[in-house]
């Protein structure tokens, strides 16, 4: 069974940045397409980025589009997300995804349990 354990979350300032890691076990990552979502508390979930399993296809939702980064290093079955002028409004739990073909519709396969990123003074 695919697991899928998110880190990297925690309280940054207005203004500042992260980097979420993903660290992938269960099966061949090599082989999977990721993707980047957040929910915000009474919110849908919302779709960030995806990212095909050879880095070749990368696609931004508007909402961090120019300020957002997914890349992944498959020998280390991990996809990260780095984001950049952090906003209040991207507080949120964060989660990664996995899906058997890249896509950029929401109807990923497997999922993380999401850490939190609080943005805040």
């Known amino acids: 069974q695919l697991q899928l354990l998110e880190s990297g979350g925690g309280f940054v300032q207005p203004g500042g940045s992260l980097r979420l890691s993903c660290v992938v076990s269960?099966?061949?990552?090599?082989?999977?397409?990721m993707g980047w979502f957040r929910q915000a508390p009474g919110k849908e979930r919302e779709f960030l980025a995806a990212?095909?399993?050879?880095?070749?296809?990368?696609y931004y939702f508007d909402s961090v589009r120019g300020r957002s980064t997914i890349s992944r290093d498959n020998p280390k079955n991990t996809v990260y997300f780095e984001m950049t002028r952090l906003k209040p409004e991207d507080t949120a739990v964060y989660y990664c995804?996995?899906?058997?073909?890249?896509?950029?519709?929401?109807?990923?396969?497997?999922w993380g349990q999401g850490t939190q990123v609080t943005v805040s003074s």
């Open positions: 269960g099966g061949d990552f090599g082989t999977l397409a």
């Open positions: 995804a996995a899906a058997s073909y890249y896509r950029v519709t929401p109807d990923y396969d497997y």
């Open positions: 990212i095909s399993w050879a880095s070749d296809n990368t």
